[in-house]
């Protein structure tokens, strides 16, 4: 047995809001949208992973998930024009990521990397 995918999910009542923050800022595919389910993701292959951390790193508390792009400078200010203001960072973390923590607007704490 292979595992294929892991999936988040998170439950919500407003999609639309999904659709702002993790397509619309974010720049995530929709993969699937059936109305009361939409799936964001990359069209390109995605490695599958799952992390399971005592803290967050630097101080920090856990992030419900972790989001790796190309530019972190660039989802942020992305982030910031949208309204959403970064809770920790932009910080250049010891283990070699630059990252920010952002809420999405369902209260998830978000961490979103790259790896310099």
Known sequence: MKVRRIVANIATSDIAAAKRFYQDVLGLDVLMDQG??????????????????????????????????????????GMEKAGFAAEYGPADEPWGVRRFYVRDPFGRLVNILAHR
């Open 36 to 77: 009361w389910i939409l799936t964001c993701g990359s069209a390109e292959t995605m490695t599958v992973q799952v992390s399971f951390m005592a803290e967050g790193g630097s101080g920090t508390p856990v992030p419900d998930l972790s989001i790796e792009v190309d530019d972190v400078d660039a989802a942020l200010a």
